[in-house]
């Protein structure tokens, strides 16, 4: 069984500091990776994708895989109020021959960032 | 707003109703996948449809129907349906079914079942 771990938290941070959110998975044939952003009542939402070993930085965030380690990881700096939700670390099973494309969610970690 | 649009945002149905979830995207992707999610867990994978055919059918049960009328189009059709599948229903696309790119979601459909 495929499976992707993650700290359903909750992760409370203050205002202003660095929020780090860990994943492991187990399929090391998995070649992507993706952390999605969900807010209460609202739809995933797409915010980092990484592909290769090491740190993929965008604006406030930061995505480091370690393949070797079978680990992702999501920093945000300067953590904000509007950054509570949740985040989903997700894989991609490592295999696309036959024309399918399928994501193993992790549980994902509440986040909360109080002023 | 997202780029794969769902339609309706909310649906109230009785058992015996017969419905269906919309979703559309102009991306030119070619996968289009229908999960469920229930509150507080991830979103489960129902459907996947590569290159207009269903590739992956996640042991869902015959209620739920999906089809894939042309490569912008996802329906998912509803008939007596039971209280434990009120949910949120999410439909997502893919740029290319045989590589590992990212999925992107629509808004969802709330859906209630009395």
Redesign the interface.
Known sequence: QKEVEQNSGPLSVPEGAIASLNCTYSDRGS??F?W?RQYSG?????IM?I?SNGDKEDGRFTAQLNKASQYVSLLIRDSQPSDSATY?C?V?EGR????????I????TRLAVHP | D?EVTQTPKHLVMGMTNKKSLKCEQHMGHR?MYWYKQKAK???E?MF?Y??E?L??NESVPSRFSPECPNSSLLNLHLHALQPEDSA?Y?CAS?Q?????????????TRLSIL
Do not use: C, M, W
């Not at chain 1, 969610?105 to 994902?108: I, L, Q, R």
């Not at chain 2, 290319?96 to 969802?108: T, V, Y």
């Open positions: 070649q992507s993706f999605y609202k739809s995933p939402e797409l994708s592909y989903l997700a991609n696309f021959s036959g024309g399918y494309n399928k994501l969610f992790g549980a994902g | 997202t996968a867990k991830p979103p994978l996947v590569s290159y055919k590739s992956i949120l999410l893919s290319d079914p045989d590589r590992g790119g990212p999925q992107h979601f629509g808004d969802g």
